[in-house]
């Protein structure tokens, strides 16, 4: 059987129309999920968490988080006194959840508070320090290595 050119536009256009057909009926089989349900009010919030951090680069003086020795030290802005400094400190484990440590700010005079980091893995750790001073909210993220 010889085709010609008009058949086999035909064929094509037959098989174009199934392949999509076929594509769209599976695309909408597919149980599409959102990160998260309430998505405006978690978008509200993250534009809070971006003014948090730009008052915190605008800090004359920034928060300082060390590896020093078997202790992770974590030195505050000293334009403020060590009693007005709340929050808590996140020591986040990416490659394991379960290994996250999360502690409350308890700063000494010198505005210094420190961790001993013998009983964590070694290894990568992300610092989140969300910290508040006066009613206002600041929030600092930092790597470190733990040897």
């Given amino acids: 059987m010889k085709l010609n050119w008009g058949t086999g536009i035909l064929v094509f256009y037959v098989l174009f129309m199934a392949v999509s057909i076929w594509f769209i009926s599976f695309a909408m089989s597919k149980d599409v999920n ?3 349900d309430d998505y405006y009010s978690k978008e509200i919030k993250y534009q809070e968490q971006i003014d948090r951090v730009k008052r915190t680069n605008n800090l004359p003086e920034k928060l300082k988080v060390k590896v020093l020795g078997e202790n992770i030290v974590f030195r505050f802005p000293s334009i403020f006194k060590s009693d007005k400094i709340e929050g808590n400190i996140l020591l986040y484990r990416p490659s394991n959840r379960y290994y996250d440590h999360s502690l409350s700010i308890e700063l000494n ?3 210094e508070q420190s961790f001993s980091s013998e009983n964590l893995l070694k290894g990568l750790w992300k610092i989140k320090v969300d910290w508040t001073v006066d009613s206002l909210t600041y929030f600092n993220e930092e790597n470190i290595m733990v040897n």
Avoid: E, G, R
């Fill in 34 to 36: 959102v990160v998260t």
């Fill in 109 to 111: 005079k010198n505005n």
